[in-house]
C-alpha cells in the first residue's frame, strides 16, 4: 500500500509539473501572437471568454506573476482551458472531448495489443534462442527505426485507395452520424484498422526485443535452474518461472517508455486525417491556436499519467516484493 | 552403512564449446556412489567439481556439452539405465524423483514471484499427477515440518524468509520425492557457521531415517571430513584421489590433498601448521602437460610433465579401498 | 519515438551465486575497449553511420542541384537528370534529401552530445551524492520520463521564436536526457558501493577525482549507448517536427520534404519517389545507429549475443539445439578420452623427487 501511496503522489507532483510547464510556455512566446488573434475575433467573444484567453496567456501584465498563476489554477479547476480560435467559438475542452475517444480507441487500444503481442514473442525468441523469432529481429528493427508517421504514408501508398477495403482517411465514412449503431461502429472499426496496424508494426518490435533480452537474462537465474532440476514440464518453466519474472522489468518499462510512444504514435493520426488528439494538435499547430495545444498538452499528459498509474497497479500485482505484509 | 553402487559415472566428460574452441572441464571422471553414503567431493573453484555435479544431470547451460561417458542408475524399482541415454521426457521423470539437487545460491534458488507453497507442489503436480491437491498441500507441509519450518510459512514469498529457512525449504523440496540420491552443491556457502553445521547435521539425521545417498560438493575439506564418508578430490576437471573420508584425513597421498586439508584449520584431532598450496588454479584453456598439478606440486619429478597418471590403487596397506592418481603413488596392476 | 531498447540496465547486475565456470569469456574482453567494432552489427552500423557523416559534410556541395531551384519539370519520376525524381515544383528530391543530411545529422548529434551531458551531470551526481540529492535528481529524472516527450517538444518549439536548427537541438536536448540520467544513476549506485571505490573515499580522494577517474571510465560503454539512443530520438522528432510544419523554416531536412509530399498530395498522385527515399533514409540511419546499440549492449553482456553455433550432433544422431536445462550428449561410450600411457619404469623408491626451481618451501 505504501508504494501505491508513494507512486499517486509521485504522479500528483508530475501533474503539478506539467500543469506549471503549461502556465509558463505561453508566456515565452513573443509578440503577443494571442493578442493579434484576439483582436481578430472581437466583438465576437463574450467578456468571459476574453478574460479566460487573458489568464492563459498571461496578457493581463498588471497583474503579479503569483496572482496569474492561482489564477490560472482556479481557471483549471472550473474546466476551463479557453476558447478555441480553430474551432471558435467552441471551448478547447468541448473541442478535445470529442477527439479523446477516438485517441483512446486507436492509440490506447493498439498499444495494449502491441505490448501483448510483442511480449508473447519475446517469450518466445528468448526460450528458444535462434528459432525463427530470432531470425525476425533484423526486419523489426529496421521497422522501429522507421518514424511512424512515414509507415502510415506507406501504407497508405500501397494498401489504400479509391478502391481498397482501407479508407486512406478520416474516422468513420462522410455522412454518417456518429451513434453506437450497425452503420456507424462497423465504418469505425474499418477506418481504424490501416493506422493500427501501422502502429502496431513500428511499436511491437521494442516490446520483442526488451523481453527477448529479458527472458536471456532470466534465463541464467538459479530458480530456472531448479526449475529444469525439479522435472516440470518446458512449458511451466518457460511460462511460469522464465517469463513471470522477465514480465516485471517489461512492466514497468512499459510505464516508463508510454510517455515516448504516445507522443509517436499521435502522429498517425495526422497522416491518416484521423480525428483523434494527434491530428488536433497538427491542426492547432498549423493555425497557431495556442488555446488548444497548451489544453492538448495537458490532456496527454494526464493520460499517460493515468496509465501510468494503472500499469503501477498491474506492477504491484504481479511482485509480490513490492506488496507489504499487513 | 554402505552397500551396492546406486550411481556410477563413467569416463564421463564434459566440455564447454565445441570442436577446437572446446574447454574441457571435466576429464574421464569415474566415480561410485553407493546406497546410502555420503559422497564428498572437494576442489578449488574451477576444478570442475560443480560442472560434473551439473554435467551428470544435464543441468549445464549453453555453451556446456557432455562430450562422452555414462551415467549408470540403478533404480531399485526400474532396474539400470544410463542417465545420458534418456530422451527429454525421460530426463524429466529421474529428475528430482530420483535424483534431487540443493543449489548453492540459497537466495536464488527460489523463484521470487511464487508462494512457498507453489513451489513445493508444482514438483508435485510434474510427478504425481493422480496425487489430489489437498494430498499435494499435507505432503508439502509434512515437509516443512521435517526441515523444522512451521506449516504457516507455507503461504509465505521468498523474500520474507531468511537465508537459512530458504535453504531448509530448499532442503525440504529436494526430499519431497523421496529421491534415492540428494546432491548439494555448496549448500551451506552463503550461510554463517553456525547454521551451516545445525543445516548439515539435520541433513545426515535426515539421511538416517530416510536413506538416501548425498554427493556433497564443497571447496571446505574441513566440513567433509566431518560429514561424508568417502572423500573425492578434483584438480584440473579430473579425480586425484578418492578415499574414505578418515584415511584421506589422516594419510593424504596426492600432494594436492595434503596441500588442501593443510589449508584450513582442522575442527577436530591434533593441531598442525597451516600452509597454503603456491601458485594459482590451472586455467582450463591451456592446461599443463602431464599431470596438470605438477607445475605448482612441490614433489614434482621425471615423469609428471609429460605423463597423466592413471586413477588406481596405490600400493599403501590401506590400498583397496583409496586410488589416487600421483607419479609417486604408481598404480598396483594386478 | 523509439523505444529505449537499451537492456544495459537491466542486465549488469547480472547476479546468481551459482555461477557457472564460464570459461567462454575471453580473459582479454576487458583490455580492449573497443573490441566491440568487431562485432559484426556493430561494424555495419558503423560503416553506415560514417556514410552518413561524410554526406553530412559533402552533400551540399555535391548535390546536383540547389534544393530550392524550381524547374519546369514538375513531379517527374526518377531518370537520369533527376536520379529520384522533382517535386511539385520541379525541385529535385536527391539535392533535397543530400542538402537535408547536414541538418539532420547536426541536429540529431547536437542534440544527442547535449542530452548526453545533462544525463550524465544528473545520473551521476544522483547516483553518487544519494541522499536528497538523489531524491530531488531522481524525481526530476522521473517527471521529466512520464511527460510525453514529442508533445512537450511541440508545443515549445511552436510557441518559441523560430531560432532556426540550434533551437530544435537545444529543445530536443533539454527534453530527452532523463532515460539516460535514470540507468547511468542507478549503474552509478551500483559501482560506488564496489570495494575500490570505497576505498578511494576512504583515502579521502576527492569526489570529483574518484567520479571522473574511478566512475566515469566505468559507465564508458552505457553513456555510449545512451548517447547513440538519445540521437536516433533526436532525429526522428527534429523530422516530426518538420513534417507538421514547426521548425521548417531552418533550411531542408528529410521532414521538410515529407511535410512538403503530404501537403501537396504527393500519395494520390502516386509520387512515390517524392516521400519514400527521405523515410528509408531516416530508416537506414536509424538502423544503423540500432545496429551499434545492439553492439554495444552485447559488448556488455555477452550472454545477448545470438549464439554462433546453437545446434549440435548428439550421441543418437539427432541435431538438436542448445539450450538451459538440457545439455545436449555428444557421444555417451564410456571409452576414456586421455589415453594415459602405460607407466614407465620408474619406481618411487629410486626416483629422486625434482625440486621445482623457483617459489618451492
Redesign the interface.
Known amino acids: 500500500m505504501k508504494y501505491l501511496i508513494q507512486r499517486i503522489l509521485?504522479?500528483v507532483?508530475?501533474a503539478w509539473?506539467?500543469i506549471t510547464?503549461n502556465f509558463f510556455?505561453?508566456r515565452?512566446?513573443?509578440g503577443d501572437p494571442v493578442k493579434a488573434l484576439l483582436s481578430r475575433f472581437q466583438g465576437q467573444m463574450s467578456s468571459d471568454a476574453i478574460e479566460s484567453l487573458y489568464i492563459l496567456f498571461g496578457l493581463d501584465k498588471d497583474k503579479s506573476l503569483w496572482q496569474q498563476y492561482l489564477d490560472y489554477w482556479v481557471q483549471l479547476f472550473h474546466g476551463d482551458l479557453g476558447l478555441s480560435f480553430t474551432a471558435f467559438p467552441s471551448p478547447v475542452s468541448e473541442v478535445i472531448s470529442d477527439a479523446l475517444p477516438w485517441t483512446l480507441g486507436l492509440v490506447g487500444v493498439t498499444t495494449i495489443i502491441s505490448f501483448f503481442l510483442g511480449t508473447g514473442l519475446g517469450v518466445l525468441a528468448g526460450w528458444?534462442?535462434?528459432?525463427w523469432v530470432?531470425g525476425l529481429?533484423p526486419a523489426t528493427?529496421?521497422l522501429?527505426?522507421?518514424?511512424?508517421?512515414?509507415?502510415g504514408?506507406?501504407a497508405?501508398?500501397l494498401l489504400a485507395g479509391p478502391d481498397s477495403f482501407f479508407p486512406?482517411s478520416g474516422g468513420y465514412e462522410p455522412g454518417l452520424v456518429p451513434a453506437w449503431d450497425q452503420y456507424f461502429i462497423p465504418s469505425a472499426l474499418q477506418h481504424s484498422l490501416l493506422p493500427a496496424l501501422t502502429i502496431l508494426i513500428s511499436?511491437v518490435s521494442?516490446?520483442i526485443?526488451?523481453m527477448r533480452?529479458?527472458m536471456?537474462?532470466v534465463?541464467?537465474?538459479?530458480?530456472?535452474?531448479?526449475?529444469?532440476?525439479?522435472?516440470?514440464?518446458?512449458r511451466?518453466?518457460a511460462l511460469?518461472?522464465a517469463a513471470?519474472?522477465a514480465l516485471?522489468?517489461n512492466v514497468s518499462?512499459f510505464?516508463?517508455?508510454?510517455?515516448?510512444?504516445?507522443?509517436?504514435t499521435?502522429?498517425v493520426e495526422?497522416?491518416f486525417s484521423y480525428p483523434g488528439l494527434g491530428f488536433l494538435?497538427?491542426r492547432a499547430?498549423?493555425a497557431?491556436d495556442?488555446p488548444l495545444?497548451?489544453g492538448?498538452?495537458l490532456v496527454?499528459?494526464i493520460s499517460?499519467?493515468v496509465a501510468?498509474l494503472i500499469a503501477d497497479i498491474a506492477y504491484l500485482l504481479?511482485?509480490?516484493?513490492t506488496r507489504k505484509?499487513g | 552403512m554402505t552397500g551396492d553402487p546406486i550411481l556410477e559415472i563413467k569416463n564421463l566428460n564434459v566440455d564447454y564449446g565445441l570442436g577446437d574452441q572446446a574447454v574441457h572441464a571435466v576429464r574421464d571422471v569415474n566415480l561410485t556412489l553407493h546406497r546410502g553414503e555420503v559422497l564428498g567431493l572437494a576442489g578449488e573453484s574451477g576444478s570442475g567439481k560443480s560442472t560434473l555435479a551439473y554435467g551428470l544431470t544435464r543441468l549445464l547451460a549453453p555453451p556446456g556439452v557432455i562430450s562422452g561417458g555414462e551415467v549408470i542408475y540403478h533404480s531399485p524399482d526400474h532396474g539400470t539405465y544410463d542417465v545420458l541415454g534418456l530422451d527429454d521426457k525421460g530426463l524429466r521423470d529421474f529428475r528430482w524423483a530420483e535424483t534431487a539437487i540443493v543449489f548453492q545460491g540459497a537466495m536464488n534458488s527460489l523463484n521470487p514471484v511464487h508462494k512457498i507453497s507453489t513451489q513445493l507442489t508444482d514438483v508435485l503436480e510434474a510427478h504425481e499427477p493422480k496425487m489430489s491437491a489437498h494430498a499435494r498441500n499435507a505432503r508439502a507441509r509434512e515437509m516443512l515440518k521435517l526441515v523444522g519450518i512451521a506449516a504457516d510459512r507455507m503461504d509465505a514469498y521468498p523474500h520474507q524468509l531468511s537465508g537459512g529457512m530458504r535453504q531448509r525449504v530448499m532442503i525440504g523440496m529436494a526430499l519431497i520425492l523421496q529421491p534415492q540420491v540428494v546432491i548439494m552443491d555448496e549448500p551451506t556457502t552463503a550461510l554463517d557457521v553456525v547454521m551451516q553445521r545445525q543445516i548439515l547435521g539435520q541433513l545426515i539425521e535426515l539421511r538416517e531415517r530416510l536413506g538416501f545417498s548425498v554427493i556433497f560438493i564443497t571447496h571446505d575439506l574441513s566440513l567433509l571430513v566431518e560429514f561424508s564418508d568417502r572423500i573425492a578430490i578434483m584438480y584440473g576437471g579430473r579425480i586425484v584421489e578418492e578415499a574414505p573420508a578418515g584415511a584421506l584425513y589422516k594419510d593424504s597421498l596426492h600432494p594436492y590433498s595434503a596441500g588442501l586439508l593443510g589449508s584450513f584449520p582442522a575442527l577436530r584431532g591434533p593441531r598442525r601448521e597451516l600452509t597454503g598450496i603456491p601458485g594459482s588454479p590451472p586455467d582450463l584453456k591451456g592446461m599443463p602437460t602431464g599431470c596438470s598439478f605438477h607445475p605448482r606440486c612441490p614433489k614434482v619429478f621425471d615423469p609428471c610433465a609429460d605423463n597423466i597418471p592413471v586413477l588406481g590403487p596405490p600400493s599403501t596397506p590401506d590400498g583397496s579401498t583409496r586410488t589416487v592418481a600421483c607419479w609417486l603413488h604408481p598404480v598396483v596392476t594386478a | 519515438m523509439t523505444i529505449p531498447t537499451s537492456s544495459v540496465e537491466q542486465v549488469i547486475p547480472g547476479q546468481g551465486a551459482m555461477a557457472q565456470p564460464d570459461p567462454a569469456r575471453p580473459a582479454k574482453a576487458k583490455r580492449q575497449r573497443f573490441r566491440f567494432i568487431a562485432n559484426k552489427k556493430a561494424f555495419t552500423g558503423v560503416v553506415v553511420l560514417g556514410l552518413y557523416i561524410l554526406f553530412a559534410i559533402i552533400g551540399p556541395w555535391v548535390a546536383p542541384y540547389d534544393p530550392d531551384a524550381r524547374s519546369e519539370d514538375l513531379v517527374q519520376p526518377p531518370s537520369g537528370a533527376h536520379w529520384l525524381g522533382t517535386t511539385h515544383l520541379g525541385q529535385d528530391v536527391l539535392s533535397q534529401i543530400l542538402d537535408g543530411t547536414r541538418t539532420v545529422m547536426v541536429v540529431g548529434l547536437a542534440a544527442g552530445a547535449m542530452a548526453t551531458i545533462l544525463s550524465v551531470l544528473i545520473g551521476v551526481t544522483a547516483g553518487y551524492l544519494g541522499g536528497g540529492w538523489d531524491d530531488s535528481l531522481s524525481a526530476l529524472s522521473n517527471v521529466f520520463l512520464v511527460i510525453p516527450a514529442l508533445p512537450l517538444i511541440i508545443i515549445v518549439t511552436a510557441a518559441a521564436p523560430s531560432g532556426g536548427a540550434v533551437l530544435v537541438a537545444l529543445i530536443i536536448g533539454f527534453t530527452s536526457w532523463a532515460w539516460n540520467a535514470r540507468v547511468l544513476r542507478a549503474q552509478t549506485l551500483s559501482l560506488r558501493r564496489r570495494d575500490y571505490i570505497e576505498a578511494s573515499r576512504a583515502n579521502g580522494e576527492k569526489t570529483w577525482r574518484i567520479i571522473l577517474f574511478e566512475i566515469l571510465p566505468n559507465l564508458t560503454a552505457i553513456i555510449a549507448s545512451g548517447f547513440v539512443g538519445t540521437v536516433i530520438f533526436a532525429v526522428t522528432s527534429e523530422i516530426t517536427l518538420a513534417f507538421i510544419g514547426i521548425g521548417a523554416d531552418s533550411g531542408w531536412n528529410w521532414g521538410t520534404i515529407l511535410f512538403w509530399a503530404q501537403s501537396q498530395q504527393a500519395l494520390a498522385q502516386g509520387a512515390w519517389w517524392w516521400f519514400v527515399p527521405a523515410g528509408l533514409a531516416i530508416a537506414f540511419l536509424g538502423t544503423a545507429l540500432s545496429l551499434i546499440n545492439f553492439g554495444i549492449d552485447e559488448f556488455v553482456s555477452p550472454r545477448l549475443r545470438s549464439a554462433g553455433k546453437t545446434k549440435v550432433k548428439t550421441a543418437s544422431g539427432r541435431t538438436v539445439r542448445m539450450r538451459v536445462g538440457f545439455t545436449p550428449v555428444l557421444s555417451n561410450s564410456s571409452a576414456p578420452h586421455t589415453h594415459a600411457k602405460p607407466i614407465p619404469a620408474v619406481t618411487t623408491a629410486a626416483a629422486t623427487p625434482v625440486l621445482k626451481k623457483e617459489g618451492s618451501q
Open positions: 509521485f504522479y507532483f508530475t509539473a506539467a510547464l510556455i505561453p515565452m512566446i513573443p528458444r534462442r535462434g528459432s530470432d529481429l528493427t529496421f522501429s527505426s522507421v518514424p511512424y508517421f512515414w509507415l504514408l506507406l497508405i501508398f486512406s511499436s521494442g516490446w526485443l526488451s533480452n529479458m536471456v537474462t534465463s541464467a537465474e538459479d530458480y530456472i535452474t531448479v526449475a529444469h532440476a525439479k522435472g516440470l514440464s518446458d511451466r518453466v511460469s518461472y513471470r519474472n516485471l522489468p518499462g510505464a516508463l517508455s508510454l510517455g515516448f510512444i504516445v507522443g509517436g499521435l502522429l495526422i497522416v494538435l497538427f499547430v498549423t497557431k495556442y495545444m497548451q492538448i498538452f496527454i499528459t499517460v499519467l501510468n504481479l511482485d509480490p516484493r505484509e
